[in-house]
Structures are given as structure tokens and as C-alpha cells.
Antibody
Framework: EVQLVESGGGLVKPGGSLRLSCAASGFIFNSYAMNWVRQAPGKGLEWVSS????????YYADSMKGRFTISRDNVKNSLYLQMNSLRAEDTAVYYC????????????WGQGALVTVSS | QSALTQPPSASGSPGQSVTISCTGT?????????VSWYQQHPGKAPKLMIY???KRPSGVPDRFSGSKSGNTASLTVSGLQAEDEADYYCSSYAGSIHLVFGGGTKLTVL
């Protein structure tokens, strides 16, 4: 069974940093690309970043470029999102998802980690 | 403002059919057959319902179908059931922007 479990969410002050983790199991992690997608409270889904299976190809939404860094550890079967210079508008539930990069869809999603940016 | 435009709400009675539209541009929906649809119940993670415009993952009922015409993709739910009440989001590959989502449609089963 595919499982994705996010961790590392919490309350952070504006300008602060946070690192999210996503532990993957139930599939061959190093064979799949991965996504981060976020959802602000009461709002819709917003794509954040994608990383290829090897980590060689990385993409970011414009509003996250330069502030967020996606990475993965294929030995630990884990995906990460380093978030710096956080703003109030980054407050959201952050989902990690398995991503079919060739055909651009996410077939399995974690339950999400809440990040709250507030003073 | 979302990159793809969806109606905020849609509704139908049990057993009826309802179609949700997703309008993009010639830079995303219109040029790529990489449109996917996700169902999200309150407090839950999104679930893939349709990928590559019209393909259904294993386990998704055939009451759900997808199509595309020009810059607009559509999700049709036939034989509406109470459990279909949820938010639905479309997504498309968008070239250099990579991936975009619609603003979501709240489907109400009357």
C-alpha cells in the first residue's frame, strides 16, 4: 500500500524557516517523481514544486522560486521542502504527492502538514 | 487568481448527471492532453479521478468521465450519488509554468 506521511509543520514567524519532510513507503521511491502542493485555508490547490525521480530535474512555482528548495533522499525514501523567508500568505496545508512526470498527474497524496506563518 | 477557471459551484439531484468545466488557454489545456481531475472531501487529501483528459485510475467508478474541447476540459459525473458531494479540481501541464490548478468547484448533491 502506498503511504506518504508529511511531518515538520507548525507555527513560524514571518521571515522564518521551516523544513517539511515526507516519508514514503509501499512503492519503489527512487522510480517516481514527487510533488509538493499546498492549500491555503478555505482556498484551492496550488502547485509548489516538483522533483524528478533522480533529483536531476526540479521545478518551482514562480512565487516560491528563491525561497523554497525541494530535495529528496532516495536512500531514506524521503522528500523534503525547505521553506525560507516565510510570509503570512504561505500559511497552508502542504501535501506531498507521488507524481507521474511524463503525464503530469499525482496519483497518491499524503494527508498534509499544516504550516502557519504568524507573529 | 487561478490559472484555470472553474465554476465555483455545481449541483444535481441523485441519479442525475452534472458536468464541471475547466477553462484554460492555448498554452495549457488547449495544447496538452495532460489534464487531470481531483476529488477532495472536507478535511481529506485530494484523490485522483481522471488523468490524461479521460483516463480513469483503477477503482474510480465509470460514472466519472473526462473530455476536452479546445481550451476547455470537462468532468462529467453520471448517476450522482451522495458520496460524490465534494470539491473538484482540474489541473493541467502548462509548459514553462509546469503545472497549474483550477480554483475548484464545490459539487452539491441535492
Amino acid at each position: 500500500e502506498v503511504q506518504l506521511v508529511e511531518s515538520g509543520g507548525g507555527l513560524v514567524k514571518p521571515g522564518g524557516s521551516l523544513r517539511l519532510s515526507c516519508a514514503a513507503s509501499g512503492f519503489i521511491f527512487n522510480s517516481y517523481a514527487m510533488n509538493w502542493v499546498r492549500q491555503a485555508p478555505g482556498k484551492g490547490l496550488e502547485w509548489v514544486s516538483s522533483i524528478s525521480s533522480s533529483g536531476s530535474y526540479i521545478y518551482y512555482a514562480d512565487s516560491m522560486k528563491g525561497r523554497f528548495t525541494i530535495s529528496r533522499d532516495n536512500v531514506k525514501n524521503s522528500l523534503y521542502l525547505q521553506m525560507n523567508s516565510l510570509r503570512a500568505e504561505d500559511t497552508a496545508v502542504y501535501y506531498c504527492a507521488r507524481y507521474m512526470m511524463a503525464t503530469m498527474f499525482s496519483d497518491f497524496w499524503g494527508q498534509g502538514a499544516l504550516v502557519t506563518v504568524s507573529s | 487568481q487561478s490559472a484555470l477557471t472553474q465554476p465555483p459551484s455545481a449541483s444535481g439531484s441523485p441519479g442525475q448527471s452534472v458536468t464541471i468545466s475547466c477553462t484554460g488557454t492555448s498554452s495549457d489545456v488547449g495544447i496538452y492532453n495532460y489534464v487531470s481531475w481531483y476529488q477532495q472531501h472536507p478535511g481529506k487529501a485530494p484523490k485522483l479521478m481522471i488523468y490524461e483528459v479521460s483516463k480513469r485510475p483503477s477503482g474510480v467508478p465509470d460514472r466519472f468521465s473526462g473530455s476536452k474541447s479546445g481550451n476547455t476540459a470537462s468532468l462529467t459525473v453520471s448517476g450522482l450519488q451522495a458520496e460524490d458531494e465534494a470539491d473538484y479540481y482540474c489541473s493541467s501541464y502548462a509548459g514553462s509554468i509546469h503545472l497549474v490548478f483550477g480554483g475548484g468547484t464545490k459539487l452539491t448533491v441535492l
